[in-house]
């Protein structure tokens, strides 16, 4: 998955869960850095039900990096 269809997914997943896991953020808030896709992720997983914590789950895996990736060293 390439990083605007991660972003589009995260987005959608943010509104579909907006009013049941995200009441706390600001009605317009949409995750703009890694950081905070993350987090809003987090909330997804802990406040939704389980569906939305399978579809928040997946999601995050696909915006960790791998383990088995090396990391990038100078």
Known sequence: MDTRELDRLIDKLVDEYRDQCLWFLRPDFYAE???????????????????????????????????SESPAVS
């Open 33 to 67: 850095t890694a950081d905070q896709k993350l987090r809003v992720l987090k909330y997804i997983e802990r406040y939704g039900d389980r569906t939305a914590y399978r579809k928040a789950a997946e999601a995050r895996r696909w915006l960790l990096p791998s383990s």
